[in-house]
């Protein structure tokens, strides 16, 4: 079994793009959705260890703003926390590929990809790009932010110029253009290469 590395910076459509691949019968881990999971249980109390109760809200649930807002500007938190969760969705993300041991390959949805050592255990790397003004329009309808809101976290991240640079393929993404033909033909590429 492959393991395939999708990223690219927020916006991009990386999530569409490993939709089409669900609908192809290729399973997908999300490193961001299963490390909300994991910090609204396993990972709570030492989650409360280092930012104090305030980072979960009455109802149980993790406090995103607060922790976003705590580790925004503070890479020392933010260090502790990766400290925390990194490990927890790496040892997660071994269990489900275990799970998963008998398909071709998996997809391993992570923004921040080529961050880390997640990067080593991809057998290729997919990084979805689109451009400029489809990410600030798309990020804007999906979480409401101002332009400058989106420009600031996009200062952060790994530009798509590198992410190209780092990638095996490519997939690019456009409200102007059919993505799902463009996921069929690097599913069959896919599905080739796992053979070897």
């Given amino acids: 079994m492959k393991r395939v590395g999708i990223t690219g910076v927020m916006g991009a459509g990386k999530s569409t793009v490993c939709r089409v691949f669900e609908m192809l019968g290729i399973p997908h881990y999300d490193c961001d959705q299963r490390a909300k999971i994991l910090m609204n249980n396993s990972l709570k109390t030492k989650i409360i260890d280092i930012f104090g109760s305030s980072a979960y809200l009455e109802c149980g ?52 990809l080529l961050n880390g050592e997640l990067s080593n255990d991809m057998d290729y790397i997919v990084v979805v790009h689109t451009n400029h003004n489809e990410i600030i329009g798309r990020v804007k309808l999906r979480d409401g932010w101002s332009e400058e809101q989106i420009i600031k976290r996009l200062e952060v991240q790994v530009s798509q110029k590198e992410m190209l640079e780092s990638a095996d393929f490519t997939v690019f993404t456009s409200d102007d253009e059919l993505l799902t033909p463009k996921v069929v033909e690097l599913h069959k590429k896919m599905l080739t290469l796992s053979q070897n």
Avoid: G, M
């Avoid at 503070?74 to 790496?90: M, N």
């Avoid at 041991?101 to 921040?112: H, Q």
């Fill in 61 to 112: 649930e993790l406090n995103r703003a607060y922790l976003a807002s705590k580790i925004f500007n503070d890479s020392e938190l933010k260090e502790q926390l990766e400290a925390v969760v990194h490990p927890a969705v790496h040892k997660d993300l071994q269990d489900w590929c275990f799970e998963h041991r008998r398909k071709p390959f998996v997809l391993v949805e992570s923004a921040i």
